[in-house]
């Protein structure tokens, strides 16, 4: 069982260092899909693009917080009362960070809206989001008006976009509960 045990804090190292590499991929791609989108004003509909990434590694990286969440669960629910109680970790750390969640809302523990992991991910979305409208805005009344397929398509990304950053702002929302 102590074989068990360490094959699962393995599976959940291995798992947290996926996070972080979703992590970097996430806040790379985001870097470089707005250098792209300010680099030229004919390229800030581009900007389109992140909400869709942030969206895509968003949910990969709940997906893995679950997974170690799970295996976590299992360590103290199943192999730990096999082993006579003998793995205290998870229960002293559900203890610890119990008694840490009462804190203010501002903090790093609980998955809030203000957690930095959470505003890499959904807050980058929504700043694209609002960047991307205000620039297209602003383009089309410096301009003149865009050909109706540019601004309809921009209309239909604008959207999408939008749709997916509810949709992880409601998967941060499930995983922190």
Known sequence: MLAEYSALRAEIERRANIQWNVFALQIGSAGAIASVAISSVSNVAILLLVPFSS???????????????????????????????GLQWGSWKAEAISAAERRPWFGVIAWNTAHPTRLAFEGVAILTVVASVAAIAYGWLSSGL???????????????????TCLLHRSFDRASS
């Not at 990286?61 to 103290?76: A, E, G, P, T, V």
């Not at 865009?146 to 997916?164: D, R």
């Open 55 to 85: 969206y895509m590694f968003g949910s990969r990286y709940i997906l893995h917080d679950f997974q170690i969440k799970l295996i976590q669960r299992y360590i103290s629910e199943s192999l730990s009362p096999r082993l006579g109680g």
């Open 146 to 164: 865009l050909p109706w397929y540019m601004a309809l398509g921009s209309l239909v990304l604008w959207i999408l976009g939008l749709a997916l």
